[in-house]
């Protein structure tokens, strides 16, 4: 049985990491990825790289079920502002807005948005 149904679909945006943070010798940057219900408009699943699991799993219960057909990102981007003091804030809080940019890109204009074929 599939886990996401044929409305879902796989976002991700990615920003520069603060340099004197352990995360960035690894990674040099936060990727964050969604995975969102395009006609409900819900975060189903969440991802992000980061070195410690809490710091990920923190994130993913503040992001899965937020609902961007309702809500702007702002709502969002202000939660984790408030909820989440780690270093990397800043990094996720670009990310996210990238990511709700493709999104309302994507919701605009589904049929023309371009496609990465491997």
């Known amino acids: 049985m599939n886990k996401y149904n044929e409305n879902c679909i796989y976002f991700s945006a990615y920003a520069k990491l603060p340099s004197d943070m352990p995360s960035a010798t690894v990674y040099k940057a936060v990727d964050v990825a969604v995975i969102i219900d395009t006609k409900k408009g819900t975060i189903e699943e969440a991802s992000f790289t980061l070195l410690t699991a809490e710091s990920a799993e923190f994130l993913k219960q503040i992001i899965v079920g937020y609902n961007f057909n309702e809500n702007s990102v702002e ?34 204009c589904p049929k023309k948005m371009p496609s990465t074929n491997v």
């Open 75 to 108: 709502p969002l981007i202000k939660s984790i502002r408030e909820r989440y003091l780690g270093h990397a804030q800043k990094a996720i809080c670009v990310a996210l807005r990238l990511l709700y940019e493709k999104y309302i890109d994507w919701k605009n």
